[in-house]
């Protein structure tokens, strides 16, 4: 069964760059049928999708966050990773990694690693 | 980008109920169109995906219709574990948008 895993610290200071990293396990990220991608939610607050990776490294951004987001694989440990530079607070928020299957109609994120907190404070 | 406009943003209902709930996208999506659950610090969970079509594992008294910008989520007969944040979500085109949730709970 196909599980994900976010990790990464749970405190990052103004201006520095948020790291984080999805695990897969029980699966292949380098399927050809999927998408890897990251979802944030900040406290109370609804769901904004901040960009997708596909195992040969593409990539699609949110042009909200597109200046400071980047996401990148690496199928030799089954990972791929998020990095949001110049960090404020209001990027203070649960990340979550999840999988999207590339075919059409059927590319909605059916599975979600358990979500991450990350606090932006000083 | 494509705006979703879900409402209501909460609702009270009681066990047994028929709850529907609505999102609106500011242009036509087709059928990309997905459901998800969310129960408190946890993550969200796909109900229907294509606007219809039930993920599996999903009870069936959840169902989802609509095309083009308009979009239902059913809840036929309300159970206790139904009491949740649910959200819609586009995936006709970049960026993915969600809707801002709708709270159920208990009346």
């Known amino acids: 069964q196909l599980q994900l895993q976010e990790s990464g610290p749970g405190l990052v200071k103004p201006s520095e760059t948020l790291s984080l990293t999805c695990t897969v396990s029980g699966g292949s990220i380098s399927s050809s049928s999927y998408y890897w991608g990251w979802i944030r939610q900040p406290p109370g607050k609804g769901l904004e999708w901040i960009g997708s990776i596909y195992y040969s490294g593409s990539t699609y951004y949110n042009p909200s966050l597109k200046s400071r987001v980047t996401i990148s694989v690496d199928t030799s440990k089954n990972q791929f990773s998020l990095k949001l530079s110049s960090v404020t607070a209001a990027d203070t928020a649960v990340y979550y990694c999840a999988r999207r299957p590339v075919a059409p109609l059927t590319n909605a994120f059916d599975i979600w690693g358990q979500g991450t907190m990350v606090t932006v404070s000083s | 980008a494509i705006r979703i406009t879900q409402s209501p943003s909460s609702l009270s209902a009681s066990t047994g109920d028929r709850v529907t709930i609505t999102c609106r996208a500011s242009q036509g999506i087709s059928s990309y169109l997905a459901w998800y659950q969310q129960k408190p610090g946890k993550a969200p969970k796909l109900l229907i995906y294509a606007a219809s079509t039930l993920q599996s594992g999903v009870p069936s008294r959840f169902s989802g219709s609509g095309s083009g910008t308009d979009f239902t989520l059913t809840i036929s007969c309300l159970q206790s574990e139904d009491f949740a944040t649910y959200y819609c979500?586009?995936?006709?085109?970049?960026?993915?948008?969600f809707g801002q949730g709708t709270k159920v709970e208990i009346k």
């Open positions: 979500q586009q995936y006709y085109s970049y960026p993915w948008t």
